[in-house]
């Protein structure tokens, strides 16, 4: 009988793990990579023990690959997350997300008199700066810090 | 849809900077050429600005073209709530350019992603005037006769100042020496001075607006200290006078010495300023009608 303080979810046949979410961050992962439209199975963990951060969240996904500029659209919010590839129960590939050069959407511009906050439109950023984190706006060219930077 | 546009300073390469210098030359030289016979300018001033304005319909006119537009976004269908996705895209049926100026930061670079006629960026908020940029470094190559190896001091709001900034990030190409010469609540931002250091461009800082500084300027760029950029009005009314231009200040400069000013000026350059051969900011404005019909004419690949 398996031990019951190890209870873990059902192991993944096929599909994509993606673990070490920060846990305030899960549902927000859920909801750029869309996973709350998609038809195949998701199993979802959150607050769960990690030596590595605390609390972190973990979310598998049945029969479901990302394509890198896919899942690098996390980079901004779960940086540490890791990316896990199943195929039959076993883990064909491991990868580190990483950030992207440009970023389309999911960033709000600090500049309330930049375009993007006032025309139906995607806004876009360049990744100036890696650690400390710093965007720069395509449109008003404003520079933004870690601080200052708000998802949509 | 990527037309050739003029967006942002940063989007020219020294040559391009230098060859628009070139043919801005060649218009002093004969500002009357057919050139744009047939052609149609749009000019979208979503908000108003009379000068900018009047110098791109002046340089479209020169050249035997012809210019539609509005001067002011109230007489635009901006007011009936139409995006500047459509307005463009509706103009752009009309004219072979579009030469905007709005109130929104970014607004000519999204207007040059959603049309294919070339877009000119006459000022996005606070964000970029590149013909302004063009036109000052036309007139220091001018009176200068070079772009390289000058002092030139920048003096008064150099916080919010969009043309002195715009200016650094230009003369990137050709190393100067500058003097920022600010009150500290409106100094020369840290971004700024950090790509001077980035570029290897030479700068020293003060707030003190000192003869030793006039003396050893070849070109002296003034701008306006506005009271409404200041957090506490003491401090204003204490720095107020001390960046204020008079004519007794330049005894002791070099002959090579020009004046100036992105204009308008309200008083830190005394009047008596003007009748000083140094005065150089009324031909600089000038020099902006032959910068925007070199642009014009570049855009539209007629040159």
């Known amino acids: ?152 | 849809m990527s037309a050739k546009s003029l967006v942002s300073i940063s989007d020219y390469s020294k040559e391009q900077i230098l060859r628009i210098l070139d043919l801005a030359t060649g218009f002093e030289a004969c500002p009357n050429q057919r050139i744009l016979e047939g052609k149609v300018a749009a000019t979208l001033f979503f908000e108003p600005s009379t000068r900018t304005r009047l110098s791109f319909e002046t340089a479209v006119n020169r050249l035997g073209g012809k210019v539609i537009g509005f001067s002011d976004a109230a007489t635009s269908s901006s007011t009936k709530g139409e995006t500047l996705k459509d307005t463009i895209k509706m103009v752009s049926n009309y004219a072979d350019i579009i030469i905007m100026r709005h109130y929104l930061e970014g607004a000519a670079r999204y207007a040059s992603q959603v049309t294919d006629i070339p877009i000119v960026n006459a000022g996005d908020g606070a964000n970029q005037h590149p013909s302004q940029t063009l036109l000052d470094l036309y007139s220091i190559r001018k009176t200068q006769g070079r772009l390289e190896g000058l002092n030139i001091a920048l003096v008064g709001d150099l916080k919010y100042g969009r043309t002195v900034h715009s200016l650094l990030m230009a003369m990137k190409h050709f190393p100067s020496t500058f003097y920022f010469v600010a009150p500290e609540e409106l100094a020369m931002p840290a971004e700024y001075k950090q790509f001077c250091r980035d570029n290897g461009i030479k700068w020293h800082e003060t707030s003190v607006f000192s003869q030793e500084i006039i003396n050893q300027a070849d070109i002296i760029y003034m701008t306006r200290v506005q009271k409404e950029r200041f957090t506490d009005l003491v401090e204003y009314e204490r720095v107020k006078n001390a960046f204020i231009l008079r004519n007794n200040m330049l005894d002791n400069s070099r002959d090579n010495l020009k004046i100036l000013h992105p204009l308008p000026r309200v008083n830190e350059i005394a009047q008596d300023v003007d009748d000083n051969p140094k005065a150089y900011y009324f031909q600089q404005a000038r020099n902006g009608l032959y910068v925007r019909q070199a642009i014009i004419s570049s855009l539209l690949d007629l040159v």
Do not use: W
């Open chain 1, 1 to 152: 009988m398996a031990d019951k303080s190890e209870m873990q979810v059902k192991a993944l046949k096929n599909g994509t793990v993606i673990d070490h979410i920060p846990s305030d961050k899960l549902f927000k992962v859920v909801s750029i990579l869309k996973l709350d439209k998609i038809d195949s199975e998701v199993t979802i963990g959150n607050n769960l023990t990690s030596r590595l951060m605390g609390r972190k969240g973990i979310i598998k996904i049945a029969d479901r690959y990302f394509e890198e500029d896919e899942i690098n659209r996390i980079a901004l919010i779960a940086p540490k997350a890791k990316i896990n590839t199943i195929r039959d129960y076993e883990v064909v590939e491991k990868k580190i997300i990483e950030l992207p050069e440009e970023i389309s959407g999911l960033v709000r511009c600090v500049n309330p008199k930049c375009i993007t906050n006032n025309e139906p439109m995607e806004p876009c950023y360049r990744v100036v700066g890696r650690s400390p984190l710093t965007l720069k706006c395509c449109y008003c060219e404003h520079t933004m810090s870690q601080e200052e930077i708000k998802l949509l």
